[in-house]
């Protein structure tokens, strides 16, 4: 046989153990999927995804090194659903127990965990459907901090902008579009976590667009100005709690941040014992 033909050969077979690998790693993925799906009664089959090559070692061995899940869920107090996400690293997992779905505790070295309330459901939650998050203004004048702008990371102050109808009933809606039936406004906010909950308590009226006009955007409107009569019922139009109960496979939460035009809350925990079928606690 020619060393070509052997070259060829060797080729041919790595190749061959390639797609054995991607094949077991994508079986396992959704055998890890079906389990979330069903044991958490999710709406859709969670992407979950096995890093590290190659896979069959891992698998061999029953430890996983890294696994990434992500999943939209519904919660009672959340109008619509909410994106969940979980990083586990050291996965303690016997192949032969997910293939013959024997899962239920499951060691882990490390879990990360978060969960993110986007817009469409923070403005259903509020009821304020256009409804927006920033970061702190980019004037450190006002007290608020600074590094503003829709795609910075920040938890304490931060701006909520939305449409609301000033002088109306506290619950008034405003729906999208309909801008002629209400008024942009703009309020300073202090985003926390206390315990379990997340509180966001607006504070103040922001007119800082002129100062800060990359915290709104060059396209938005120049908020309104709010007299004293009005501010009251204003501030509370834009403070809520939200109660967070536990993250992903119950890790409890541990820090609060506005990012992107998201509520991003994550905890992380070290050497738990994890049920892999139950990304949501009861």
Known sequence: MSFRRVIIALLCVAGLAVVLDFGVAAYSEYRVSRLLREGSHLSADPEVTFHGFPFVAQAFDGAYKNIDIRARSERPDIPGEIMVEANLRGVHLPFGDLVDDRVRKVPVDKAEARMRIEPTELGRLFK????????????????????????????????????????SP????????????????SVLADLRLDGDQVRITATD??????????????????????????????????????DTKDLPFGIRPMKVEASGGQIVVEGTGKDITIDLDRLNQP
């Not at 459907?129 to 938890?155: E, H, I, Y």
């Not at 709104?216 to 009251?232: M, T």
């Open 170 to 185: 506290a619950e008034t809606v405003v729906p999208t579009g309909t801008k002629d039936k209400g008024r942009v406004v």
């Open 205 to 242: 009226i922001y007119y800082g667009n002129e100062a800060s006009p990359a915290a709104l955007g060059p396209d938005a409107e120049k908020p309104v100005r709010i007299s004293e009569e009005d501010k009251a019922g204003v501030l509370a139009r834009f403070t809520r709690t939200i």
């Open 128 to 167: 304020i459907p256009d409804l927006q998050v920033f970061g702190p203004p980019a004037d450190k004048s006002d007290g608020s901090g600074g590094s503003g702008g829709t795609g910075a990371t920040t938890q304490g102050a931060i701006i909520l902008t939305g449409t609301l109808p000033i002088g």
